[in-house]
């Protein structure tokens, strides 16, 4: 059985104030929902990752961070080691979202490296996949998620992967409002786990957990959470308001009951 994951990706939105006032406003709806069985993750800007685990320590909301650096210290400028994200109090952590292997020189290798830097220092990765627009049109889909999961998860062996979780995230889908319909989300979805079940044995890929992400909102979270593959949501602009990522939790909870 896989829990369900529902994690906000903050992006490079809010001042340390207003992370603050998000996660209490979110811990506040959410404390309502009587144990919704969901994993709750909010993952704000490195700056507000400290205060923000403040606000959730008290709570079953879990914190993670939108990226991090695979050196455990050093001299590099700007980034940040997942024994840094540890210490901010962060047990999970994005790697591999499409805004840095598109603005940012984000590769299968750097992903790679960070996936293997974040288990060793006990962080759950968020890894991302998913094709552009320009890929969708040539057909290219499922060869462009299997570059990315192939080639991202390089190394790992089955233990490895059953601590990480996988997030398809169209990146034509992604802050565009044209969400993927459930049946294109499943049918990636279904892909990538019969990958897995190629590379990692039908049983452990039975247990990933596998997140989809764009343009999900309180609208369409129900008709993706009933399709069988589709285990959770990343939700960016959503989850930027208490109200609307509060009511996609809120969703995705009855679905699962
Ligand atoms: P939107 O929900 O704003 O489309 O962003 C999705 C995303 O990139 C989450 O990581």
Known sequence: MRKTIIAGNWKMYKTIKEAIELSNGIKRE???LDNPGIDIVLCPAFTALSEVAEVVAESDIMLGAQDLYWQDEGAFTGEVSAKMLKDAGCTFVIIGHSERRQFFGETNESVNKKIKAALANA?????????????????ETFKVLEDHVRNGLDGLNKEDLLK??????????????????PEQAQEAHKYIRELLGKLYGKEA???????????VKPENISALMRQPDIDGALVGGASLQV????????????VIK
């Not at 990480?164 to 319909?181: D, S």
């Open 164 to 181: 990480i979780v996988i997030a398809y995230e169209p990146v034509w889908a992604i802050g565009t409002g044209k969400t993927a319909t």
């Open 30 to 32: 959410l404390f309502k």
């Open 205 to 215: 890929a039975a247990q990933v957990r596998i997140q989809y992400g764009g343009s």
């Open 123 to 139: 962080l759950t990765p968020i890894v991302c996949v998913g094709e552009t627009l320009k890929q969708r049109e040539a057909r």
């Open 243 to 254: 109200a609307s990522f509060a009511e996609i939790v809120k969703k995705a909870a009855e």
